[in-house]
């Protein structure tokens, strides 16, 4: 593998009606872990050609409602910050920061 490269892995464990039981994952640059455990990803890859995106949603049977909410709370702070990053438009990532605390009000999980 190039030095400019980086492998990442994820298996995800199924029972037998393919419902995921354990997400686990790693990558050459992942510090202080072989692998690591957990129980959901959303995983989106922009495809440039069709113009659209490809999604991959999971989550395990012990991943509770009060876990989900934190977890969707914290990707779409994630995404505003990306979005910020990615074109430079703070106004437009501020009103997603807005949205992101009224979620975090209404989903009564406010830090």
Not at 8 to 33: C, F, H, R, S
Request: aromatic letters at 8%; glycine letters at 2%.
């Amino acid at each position: 593998m190039s030095e400019k490269s980086k492998k990442i892995n994820i298996e995800v464990e199924l029972d037998d009606n393919n419902v995921p039981e354990n997400i686990q994952w790693n990558a050459t640059d992942l510090q202080g872990y072989d692998e690591a455990s957990c129980r959901a990803m959303i995983l989106a890859l922009w495809d440039h050609t069709r113009k659209d995106t490809l999604r991959l949603d999971l989550w395990t049977k012990e991943m509770t409602v009060d876990e989900m909410k934190i977890f969707f709370h914290q990707t779409l702070v994630t995404m505003a910050d990306t979005l910020e990053k990615s074109i430079n438009d703070p106004r437009i990532s501020g009103d997603m920061r807005d949205f992101c605390d009224y979620f975090a009000e209404r989903m009564e999980i406010v830090e």
